[in-house]
């Protein structure tokens, strides 16, 4: 699959943009938005197949969420169009948010409702009859292993149960497009392979999940495609395998995104090894002879740099911080 | 030293930010600078007139007057700062905690931010203002009042914040927290209505110097007081009691400093609540509800009201109102009704911020693609339902004290009230469905009904007025009924009228708002969510 075009705002003059996909799960073009005087996402565009197990990533500040939340009708984009299943989203909206479940957040929800007041409340919102709101949440706790909490409070739930229980939430009017922000964030393994099975059985039978994290281990894991976003707009795009190409992903993630540099070596920061006094408290500790990683020296501020001190190449062999 | 002035100039550096996030917090701060303003030039007002002429005779009537003011106003701060302003979840010493700050430092820290706070320095200018009040008393006193400004602000400040530590340390669980919220907030309002109470309205209400005297001179030797007495024991020669009230100052000042940093450490070393897990057998009151979104949002809301002290304190404000004004309308039992209309008024003004209560999880709502009016159905299904049925109960209350239970055309007459009130709720709730989506102002965390959101004093004061004001422009046509048809009967015209005029004018508003209220929810819906989302951050 060939990169995305992308078209960053102000440029001179840009080339048209494909129309959207109607068979893409999710298909977004020249998405801009914009916070004061941050360029938050700059004409993005992305088409995510259905049935793709879609992981979406990128550094802290890079739009995703901001993306995310322009494709499923929480945040006005100040431009593009976002279709999904073929319908733009924003021509009407509340009919879009009926195919798609979005994952809230554990502060995003009313906590002084048990689990399967909750499950219900989210199924009776969308329309659902409550006989069927409480089936289906009944089943959803079985699966999520939460039938002993059923009766207790979300706010007395551990981060982990807060997590199952907001992405129960999500699925209970069987969306047909899931968008879970950071989903295993503090989910124990054990939990974790079990949610990993539902969403993996959910993608088989055509539903479209997408993820949005940073752990690479579990993109690459689970996921069928992966997009990678920097600055507002996609770097790469496509299978796993071809944005990987060849690489480790995480490798390839940080070769595109970049801003990786050799560690810095503060004078003060030495974890008290200086026997001669506390570190940080006007103590120069400088470095023995020869040790420091390779090609670093120190800048008049006391911070390591490249460059080296006096050409010296040497690194002790027990200092493990240039190692890599 | 230096955690102290960071911490001071934070609360600033935290006001100005707030400020600069919202156009009404810019408004709620204009307002908040203008009262300052004003109540320190009534101050100077006050003690030009009042200290023209003074000397030693009228001197005694003076200290009566300002001891008696001053034991209020510590009073009203500290129960204040409980319910309304509290402590400031931004500077909250929990924020702190990963810095490893002494506890002695922090506490200091706080204190000293509390300080130059604007109430802090608009109370100190007022003062020194009134210190001129004594100028008739000869220099001495003059200056002893100026030193005893800062010690009185310094008092009353520690004090507020010593009783605030006590209460959010000590109610360690979420039960004991919401019954000591709701227990403050009842004594306050009793509290505030003491001199009523005392001096009944078929007495004007005045209290005179005399009655309060021998309480002046008790409140005199305490740390509610003692400051305003220093000037007057300088004018009299008293120089031991002058002393001796210095020193119940110091102390008190220095034990509320330590109380308040033992309760930061106890906090610390105690963080983690631990209390019975609560437990709902099964639905609930979902079943008890139509099966509907609307049916939803009802049981929802109705499961909050349950569980959440900050809404629950507004249900019981229409009871306190009846209780303070059956007892102040000893000789006119009339006055009784007056508490029946303001408890109606309190509980609207409570729903036009509803949407502040349920916090970032409108979100769910948001998601969902819920349609506005169904919202609105949901919550006025539940206002209505509980609020009407409380306020008949509190008319037929109201009659019985009022003695228009027995019959004849005084029965007539409290049930055409009753009909009044019951149009002036349901104008009430249905102007409430379009402001609570306009005005919204943040309200604390429902987890910590103490503290208080950066910015919240300004907003909370200034936008309930725009629903009680509102309130009364919807009834006008009701209004203007009761003088037509002179609702006192007495010009011999049919004033049950009224009771129709008033219901249907009610239920237009009601209707109407829903209407409104749901189109502009479904417009306004992003904006609510970012807004609420801020409000949390706060």
Not at chain 1, 265 to 283: F, S
Not at chain 2, 222 to 239: C, I, K, M, R
Not at chain 2, 466 to 476: R, S
Request: hydrophobic share 50%.
């Amino acid at each position: 699959m060939s990169p995305s075009q992308n078209i960053p705002i102000g440029a001179a003059p840009a080339p048209l943009l494909p129309p959207s996909d109607p068979t893409a799960a999710v298909s977004i073009r020249g998405l801009c938005k914009r916070f004061e005087s941050k360029l938050a996402v700059n004409g993005l565009s992305l088409d995510i197949p259905v049935g793709s197990f879609y992981g979406l990533v990128g550094p802290n500040g890079a739009g995703k969420t901001t993306t995310l939340n322009m494709a499923t009708g929480l945040l006005l984009p100040d431009a593009g169009s976002v279709s999904v299943m073929g319908r733009d989203v924003w021509s009407d909206v509340n009919r879009a948010k009926r195919s798609i479940g979005v994952m809230p957040q554990a502060g995003q929800v009313f906590d002084r409702l048990t689990g399967l007041q909750l499950l219900v409340y989210s199924g009776m919102l969308r329309g659902m009859k409550r006989a069927e709101a409480v089936a289906r949440a009944k089943d959803l706790l079985a699966a999520f292993d939460l039938v002993d909490a059923a009766d207790r409070m979300v706010s007395d739930y551990s981060s982990g149960m807060g997590k199952k229980i907001c992405l129960a939430s999500a699925m209970i009017h069987s969306p047909r497009l899931l968008v879970l922000d950071e989903p295993f964030e503090s989910v124990d393994p054990v939990s974790s392979a079990n949610l990993k099975d539902i969403l993996a059985e959910y993608v088989s039978t055509g539903g479209t999940v997408i993820v949005s994290s940073h752990v690479m281990a579990l993109v690459e894991r689970m996921c069928t495609h992966v997009a990678v976003i920097n600055d507002g707009h996609v770097l790469a795009d496509g299978t796993v395998a071809e944005v990987a190409a060849g690489e480790d992903l995480e490798d390839r993630f940080l070769d595109l995104v970049g801003g990786r540099h050799a560690a810095a070596r503060i004078d003060w920061l030495n974890g008290g090894a200086d026997p001669t006094g506390p570190a940080g408290l006007g103590h120069d500790v400088r470095p023995a002879e020869g040790d420091g990683p390779t090609g670093e020296g120190l800048d008049p501020a006391g911070i390591r740099s490249p460059g080296g001190l006096n050409g010296s190449q040497g690194s002790d062999p027990g200092d493990g911080a240039g190692a890599r | 030293m230096s955690e102290i002035l960071t911490i001071a100039r934070l609360r600033w550096a935290l006001t100005f930010a707030t400020v600069k996030r919202s156009s009404w917090q810019l408004v709620g701060a204009t307002i908040a600078v203008i009262l300052a303003l004003q109540a320190v030039a009534g101050s100077w007002f006050l003690a030009v007139t009042e200290g023209e002429g003074l000397d030693r005779t009228s001197a005694a009537d003076v200290r009566v007057t300002m001891v008696c003011a001053l034991a209020a106003l510590s009073v009203t701060v500290i129960m204040f700062q409980l319910m309304v302003i509290g402590e400031g979840s931004t500077l909250s010493p929990r924020r702190f905690v990963l810095f490893g700050i002494p506890d002695r430092r922090l506490q200091a820290g706080l204190m000293v931010a509390g300080l130059v706070g604007l109430p802090a320095i608009c109370a100190l200018i007022c003062f020194l203002a009134l210190a001129f009040l004594c100028r008739g008393l000869g220099p001495v006193v003059v200056i002893v009042s100026i030193l005893a400004a800062p010690v009185a602000v310094l008092t009353m400040m520690s004090l507020s914040k010593a009783v605030l530590s006590l209460a959010t340390s000590l109610a360690s669980s979420q039960r004991a927290q919401n019954a000591l919220y709701l227990v403050v907030f009842i004594l306050f309002m009793l509290i505030c209505s003491l001199p009523q109470t005392i001096s009944p309205a078929a007495d004007a209400g005045t209290l005179s110097v005399a009655q309060v005297r021998p309480f002046a001179d008790i409140l005199a030797f305490t740390p509610l007081a003692a400051a305003f007495q220093l000037p007057f024991d300088a004018a009299n020669g008293d120089w031991a009691f002058l002393l001796l009230r210095l020193l119940i100052l110091a102390l008190t000042c220095w034990f509320c400093f330590a109380i308040s940093t033992w309760c930061l450490r106890h906090l610390r070393l105690s963080e983690g609540r631990t209390g019975a897990r609560n437990k709902a057998h099964g639905l609930g009151v979902f079943t008890r509800m139509p099966d509907s979104p609307s049916g939803a949002i009802s049981a929802r809301l109705v499961i909050y009201l349950r569980r959440d002290p900050r809404q629950l304190l507004y249900f019981l404000l229409p009871v306190i109102f009846l209780v303070v004004f059956g007892i102040q309308g000893r000789g006119l039992p009339g006055l009784a009704w007056q508490g029946v209309f303001l408890g109606a008024l309190f509980l609207c003004m409570y729903t036009a911020n509803n949407l502040a209560y349920d916090g970032p999880g409108i979100r769910m709502q948001v998601m969902a693609g819920l349609p506005g009016k169904a919202d609105r159905k949901g919550r006025v299904r539940v206002y209505l339902w509980i609020m009407s049925t409380y306020m008949i109960v509190e008319c037929f209350v109201a009659a019985f004290i009022s003695d228009y239970w027995w019959g004849g055309r005084h029965l007539a007459y409290a049930l055409v009230i009753a009909c009044v009130v019951e149009g002036v709720l349901m104008a009430g709730i249905g102007l409430a469905q379009v402001l609570s989506c306009l005005l919204i102002y943040p309200v604390a965390p429902i987890d910590k009904p103490f503290s208080s959101p950066q910015g919240r004093a300004m907003a909370q004061g200034f936008f309930p007025f725009v629903q009680l004001l509102g309130n009364i422009l919807v009834v006008l046509p009701t209004i203007i009924a009761f003088f037509a048809l002179d609702g006192t009967g007495a010009g011999g015209r049919p004033e049950w009228l009224l009771a129709p005029i008033a219901l249907v004018n009610g239920l237009a508003v009601l209707a109407l708002g829903v209407n409104w209220g749901g189109r502009i929810l479904d417009r306004r819906q992003l904006a609510i969510v970012a807004i609420l989302d801020r409000y949390a951050s706060l």
